[in-house]
């Protein structure tokens, strides 16, 4: 059975920084990689992704400050998030999409981050 589990969620100052990790246990083809976040009262809301190929895409609050890698080949994303903000507060959550025609999508429990100001 395919899950995903992310790690590295803390509290933090404003201006730190935290690195996010994201694994899948459990056999899985990949074909894209992606983190978003949800904070208190909001709906999810789209942060990064990157494919196989290393083509990146960020949202407009994070471009700039998020860098987000992969390991395709061990099914491990990556988030570095640097200059964080009160704002960037949120539960974040990695997603992975299953290669073939399904495209099934899969989901981590989420990882708390806190920014304090």
């Known amino acids: 059975q395919v899950q995903l589990v992310e790690s590295g969620g803390d509290s933090v100052q404003t201006g730190g920084s935290l690195k996010l990790s994201c694994a899948a246990t459990?056999?899985?083809?990949?074909?894209?990689m992606r983190w978003y976040r949800q904070k208190p009262g909001k709906e999810r809301e789209f942060v990064a992704s990157i494919d196989r190929l290393g083509n990146t895409i960020y949202g407009e609050s994070v471009e700039g400050r998020f860098t987000v890698s992969a390991t395709y080949v061990r099914n491990v994303v990556r988030l570095q998030m640097d200059r964080l903000q009160p704002d960037d507060t949120a539960t974040y959550y990695c997603?992975?999409?299953?290669?073939?025609?399904?495209?099934?999508?899969?989901w981590g429990p989420g990882t708390r981050v806190t920014v304090s100001s």
């Open positions: 997603n992975m999409d299953e290669t073939g025609m399904s495209g099934r999508p899969y």
């Open positions: 459990g056999f899985l083809s990949v074909r894209i």
